[in-house]
């Protein structure tokens, strides 16, 4: 695999630092993380391509760029509990499991929770919890949560996510219908003032649950 260290130093050369991610601690987990393990046999000669790839479960593992654009975007600490919605792959909980405390993963689909759960384990990554379920529900139990990050768009913040934010909390997520969503950062500031920052235009699989679209189409 000498071959995919050297394509994944350049991923992050080229894609991540030339584009203006600025964070070195990201840029070191990007550089540990090998992306050719959460992706499907008949893809790994693509896992550092500079575009999403198709995964199992008619899913998608975002683009390198993306995942650090978001990941950059919640200014993950070395103490922080972090809630992934959508973990598909797995992919970009196991980069954040490299800058957090603990990261808490959830996804609806049972073939990809299975997977990632495996690849955590293979890998080592032992502060990565993989729950199976509606993650727009978030995970209660596991809350405050110091940021969160949700992998799929939605039509709106779900209300329980802004709930398990801690004060002080930065959520990232696509929000919009249909093809095209505005990547937003809602920080929350106090008990009830939240501020939010549209960040950019972006492209994610939709986000099905009760507080997401309904399952097959893209009516909330
Ligand atoms: N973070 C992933 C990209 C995931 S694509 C990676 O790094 O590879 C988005 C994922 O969100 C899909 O796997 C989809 O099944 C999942 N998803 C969609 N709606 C969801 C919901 N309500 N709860 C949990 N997962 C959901």
């Given at each position: ?36 393990r959460f992706v499907p046999e ?98 209660a139990e596991k809350a405050p ?76």
């Amino acid at each position: 695999m000498a071959d995919c260290a050297r394509l994944r130093q350049m991923m992050v050369e080229q894609q991540i630092i030339r584009r203006g991610v600025g964070d070195p601690r990201l840029w070191a987990a990007m550089r540990a993380v090998p992306r050719e393990r959460f992706v499907p046999e008949d893809v790994r000669s693509l896992a550092y391509e500079d575009r999403p790839l198709p995964v199992e479960a008619g899913q998608t593992i975002s683009q390198p760029y993306i995942v650090a654009r978001m990941i950059e975007a919640a200014a993950i600490s070395p103490e922080d509990r972090v809630l992934e919605v959508g973990a598909g792959s797995g992919y970009a909980a196991a980069v954040m499991s490299r800058l957090a405390a603990h990261v808490f993963a959830v996804e609806r689909i049972a073939e990809l929770t299975a997977l990632a759960e495996g690849r955590m384990k293979a890998l080592g990554y032992d502060n990565v919890s993989i729950g199976l379920g509606d993650g727009t529900a978030g995970w209660a139990e596991k809350a405050p949560f110091d940021a969160i990050l949700v992998a799929a768009g939605g039509p709106g913040v779900p209300p329980p996510l802004r709930e398990q934010l801690a004060i002080g909390g930065r959520l990232v997520m696509p929000v919009g219908d249909g093809g095209e969503q505005q990547l937003v950062r809602l920080i929350r500031k106090d008990e009830e003032e939240f501020d939010l920052t549209v960040l950019e235009a972006v492209r994610f699989v939709p986000l099905i649950g009760a507080h997401g679209w309904k399952d097959g189409n893209a009516d909330p």
